[in-house]
């Protein structure tokens, strides 16, 4: 649904206010409604003055959405009173009168000097934008602008009822919307409304209840954001459909508001343009009483018991909760530390303060499988599962599990926000996703970031005291994370007829893991091709090594291969003996008895310390098979493989140190 709305500044006694709306009767019906309004009672004598002044004809939301906050200040948007008594039966001098105040508070004290100086900035912005979109329509048509009307010939339009107003705030609280997905969230509710959604909207927006804002407008004249998903970019000075360093926005003219405006192509869960609005609400900020009648108790019953190193992390996570003083906490684990259960007792700390909670994987298979693992933790405690094709995307629980991009709806919602995996796609540099999990967090609320391989960036903030760290340096079984071995040699070599093979030294480890100690072995290559590259070379390998390859014992696999589910499965299940895959299986998959073998680990544009932390984090996860091997196999050794291994013996020592470790590792 297209957005057009109008400027005004609307006049009532001493009170004066700038705004936009779709439809200026339902702004006058909100300001001119017949029972008094302390707020409106000035004290003055006389007969009030009442009246709207149109700055602008329909525009689309985005234009007069910029144009609203660049003309009038934050106070003038929320409602003024003028300094300047109503009326003139005051024996004041009104000239000495002006000049004093306009001194002192830097503002016109006389409502038309007001709108005559507001309308020649408005023109002035309007003019501005129009040259950037090239968009003569904008320059021309606030011409015969400002127009007043008087609430008899605007024809007010009666106020919506508050019953009317709770069913739609209910149905947006806490979250960022377009129209549709409003329209989708009362449905899903089954809460009907016998008016005009719209209204109700603009209603509420006067009220301070609902923000509207553009899904996609300006910071300057030539400069665009979408609202939506924090993308930016800057007009350049060579016309139409030009962006200076993006290439995620298009310019066009619309077919319904017939503007020029600019879509932004970034956004995949709704289109993001100059003319189509967003609606959001803060999740109503009164909380129950520190002393709630039914406490939510984490079940233990079934579960295994934390470890040391667990339960110290899940007192030192939950006294973040509790007292606050920090915004941001890393809990940084081990891979194969357990991280879930640690957050636990936080998670029930801001339960039992009447808070909400949000769980945000990056995959939706973990969403799938987190939710009810969580659910069932909890005593009394419901909790919604949302991601691409979930049932269910506007409900309200105590806790919600979530995909990244649909934290995107949130806003201004939960108390605590719990990011899982945030060094992973596709979290990782992405500025979209991480501006959505900061909307989404109230603004005392708090962020917990969950990951075994923490960003540069995480770690300076955490050294400057910006962010609590949190570690848990040891495996739940209570030995070691394998620590990679270098082998400085290419992995795959030319032989005395000039046909490609593996390198005889990297083969003779292959045949100790598979055939003398019958393990199972991930293979990683940095890219598609190479894999296509060298699959005949590594079954030819693994053919020698057994003597006759049987069918499945080695498989292949990357992002766009359709049976990929399938061969990790046969790979979890013991099937296949050797998987040959990309970084795809860096996590989400725990083998028991599994080494790791990394091929041209020296292709640092793939193969960055995270990503080999987590390759290597693939090893000695299960406490029967504790002690998997890591091998890195590359022509040169990288500043990431040297940065791995250092990261893993960094956590191995501290384990070592706090008594984590059983006797003798």
């Not at 962010?467 to 209570?478: L, N, S």
């Not at 290419?490 to 005889?504: A, C, W």
């Not at 041209?600 to 290597?616: H, K, P, R, V």
Request: net charge positive; hydrophobic share 40%.
């Amino acid at each position: 649904m297209d957005y057009l709305v109008c400027l005004y500044l609307v006049r009532n006694g001493n009170y004066y206010r700038a705004f936009m709306s779709h439809d200026p009767k339902i702004d006058a019906g909100f300001f001119f409604r017949e029972e008094p309004d302390p707020f409106l009672n000035t004290g003055s004598t006389g007969m009030r003055i009442r009246y709207m002044d149109l700055l602008t004809p329909l525009l689309p939301v985005g234009v007069a959405d910029f144009v609203l906050r660049s003309v009038f200040t934050p106070s003038e948007i929320a409602g003024q009173t003028l300094k300047e008594p109503e009326g003139g039966g005051q024996a004041v001098n009104r000239s000495r009168w002006k000049s004093f105040f306009s001194g002192l508070f830097n503002v016109s004290c006389d409502y038309e000097a007001i709108l005559s100086h507001k309308i020649r900035k408005v023109k002035a912005q309007l003019d501005k934008i129009a040259h950037a979109l090239k968009d003569d329509s904008l320059r021309l048509c606030n011409k015969g602008y400002p127009v007043r009307i008087f609430p008899d010939s605007l024809g007010v339009m009666k106020s919506q009822s508050a019953s009317e107003g709770d069913v739609i705030l209910k149905a947006l609280e806490g979250r960022i919307l377009f129209y549709g997905e409003l329209e989708k969230s009362l449905l899903e509710g089954q809460k009907r409304t016998g008016t005009d959604v719209l209204n109700t909207l603009q209603m509420l927006a006067l009220s301070g209840q609902v923000r509207i804002i553009p899904s996609l407008g300006f910071t300057s004249p030539g400069e665009i954001i979408c609202y939506r998903c924090g993308n930016t970019a800057r007009l350049a000075a060579g016309g139409k459909s030009s962006f200076e360093g993006a290439s995620l926005f298009y310019q066009t003219t619309c077919p319904i508001c017939s503007f020029n405006v600019i879509y932004c192509e970034q956004c995949n869960m709704g289109q993001s343009r100059l003319c189509k609005g967003l609606f959001a609400a803060e999740k109503n900020p009164i909380r129950q009483a520190k002393l709630p009648t039914v406490q939510v108790k984490v079940k233990r019953r079934g579960a295994p018991s934390l470890t040391p190193a667990q339960l110290q992390a899940s007192y030192e996570i939950r006294a973040f909760v509790t007292d606050k003083t920090k915004h941001e906490c890393l809990l940084w684990a081990a891979c194969g530390a357990g991280k879930t259960e640690v957050i636990f007792e936080a998670v029930q700390e801001t339960l039992n303060l009447g808070g909400q909670v949000l769980y945000a994987s990056p995959r939706r298979d973990v969403v799938i499988e987190i939710a009810p693992r969580i659910e069932s933790a909890f005593e009394g405690v419901t909790v919604t599962a949302v991601y691409g094709g979930s049932p269910e995307k506007f409900g309200s629980a105590g806790i919600t599990a979530a995909t990244a991009h649909q934290v995107m709806r949130f806003y201004k919602k939960f108390d605590l926000i719990i990011l899982d995996e945030v060094d992973a796609y596709p979290y990782k540099d992405n500025q979209m996703l991480h501006m959505a999990v900061k909307r989404a967090v109230r603004d005392e609320g708090q962020i917990i970031y969950l990951t075994a391989t923490p960003s540069r960036e995480l770690l300076s903030d955490a050294d400057k005291g910006k962010v609590r760290v949190v570690t848990i340096p040891a495996r739940y079984h209570g030995y070691p994370v394998p620590e990679p071995k270098f082998m400085e040699m290419s992995p795959f070599v030319k032989n005395e007829r000039g046909q490609t093979m593996l390198e005889p030294k990297v083969k003779t480890i292959l045949k100790d893991w598979v055939v003398d100690q019958k393990g199972q072995v991930f293979v990683f290559l940095p890219t598609v091709k190479m894999i296509k590259t060298y699959e005949a070379v590594l079954e030819r390998a693994v053919g020698e090594i057994i003597g006759r390859l049987e069918p499945g014992f080695i498989s292949f696999s990357y992002a766009q291969d359709s049976l990929r589910d399938y061969k990790r499965d046969c790979f979890k299940k013991g099937g296949t003996r050797v998987f040959v895959t990309t970084s795809i299986m860096e996590r989400g998959i725990t083998v028991a008895n599994a080494n790791v073998m990394v091929l041209n680990a020296d292709f640092e544009y793939i193969f960055d310390e995270g990503t080999l932390i987590q390759m290597s984090g693939r090893a000695g996860r299960s406490a029967e098979y504790p002690h998997g091997d890591v091998v890195f196999v590359g022509k040169g050794i990288t500043g990431a493989m040297k940065g791995a291994r250092e990261k893993i013996k960094g956590l191995n020592k501290e384990a070592r140190k706090l008594g984590y470790l059983k006797p003798g590792w």
